[in-house]
T-cell receptor, first 110, second 114 residues
Framework: GQNIDQPTEMTATEGAIVQINCTYQ??????LFWYQQHAGEAPTFLSY????GLEEKGRFSSFLSRSKGYSYLLLKELQMKDSASYLC???????????FGRGTSLIVHP | GAVVSQHPSWVICKSGTSVKIECRSL??????MFWYRQFPKQSLMLMAT?????????EQGVEKDKFLINHASLTLSTLTVTSAHPEDSSFYIC??????????FGEGSRLTVL
């Protein structure tokens, strides 16, 4: 199984940059996912990392370091609509679906 | 991407009654679907894996007699919460999975048991 840790809550200003960290412990890493979840809605896929490095997709980027058991999600040019919970999920070799962290609630204020 | 439809979005029921939630894969045949439960400000917790044509696989601590799962076709899985109690009130979400591992979620069903 995995032990996934991410901050409970973060706040940031509209237009700024925010980095949401995720650390994990697993016996056999096989991919890390980031999902966005607005209140009362289902999660939507943001990114997938399986190799070390940075994956950029528009305003969102995700970084992975397998040796450190560490990932971050970087959100640039923050918008009010980015206020949501961001879930880090890690997949083991032993399982074909990921385990989710508790999520980081991001509040973007004007 | 895959489209998953879940129904109903909201349901309120009396304690002791049963509630059925449907999950449909609209654009591909899903031999496997997943059911999650999420309490407020908590993570998504996998409840069970629904397998088309065979019994569901339940996670440790999930009562299979209470949470009945039926995967009768390649596009439909149902979760029935039997004899619901207030502690079963939660957000139930189903998902399908692509070969890449990406999960596609339904809209979720918020159950409130009075």
């Amino acid at each position: 199984g995995q032990n996934i840790d991410q901050p409970t809550e973060m706040t940031a200003t509209e237009g700024a940059i925010v980095q949401i960290n995720c650390t994990y412990q697993t016996s056999g890493f096989n991919g890390l996912f980031w999902y966005q979840q607005h209140a009362g809605e289902a999660p939507t896929f943001l990114s997938y990392n399986v190799l070390d490095g940075l994956e950029e997709k528009g305003r969102f980027s995700s970084f992975l370091s397998r040796s450190k058991g560490y990932s971050y999600l970087l959100l640039k040019e923050l918008q009010m609509k980015d206020s949501a919970s961001y879930l880090c999920a890690v997949r083991d070799w032993g399982s074909y679906i990921p385990t989710f962290g508790r999520g980081t609630s991001l509040i973007v204020h004007p | 991407g895959a489209v998953v439809s879940q129904h109903p979005s909201w349901v309120i029921c009396k304690s002791g009654t049963s509630v059925k939630i449907e999950c449909r894969s609209l654009d591909f045949q899903a031999t496997t679907m997943f059911w999650y439960r999420q309490f407020p400000k908590q993570s998504l917790m996998l409840m069970a894996t629904s397998n088309e044509g065979s019994k569901a696989t339940y996670e440790q601590g999930v009562e299979k007699d209470k949470f009945l799962i039926n995967h009768a076709s390649l596009t439909l899985s149902t979760l029935t919460v039997t004899s619901a109690h207030p502690e079963d009130s939660s957000f139930y979400i189903c998902s399908t999975k692509r070969e890449t591992g990406e999960l596609f979620f339904g809209e979720g069903s918020r159950l409130t048991v009075l």
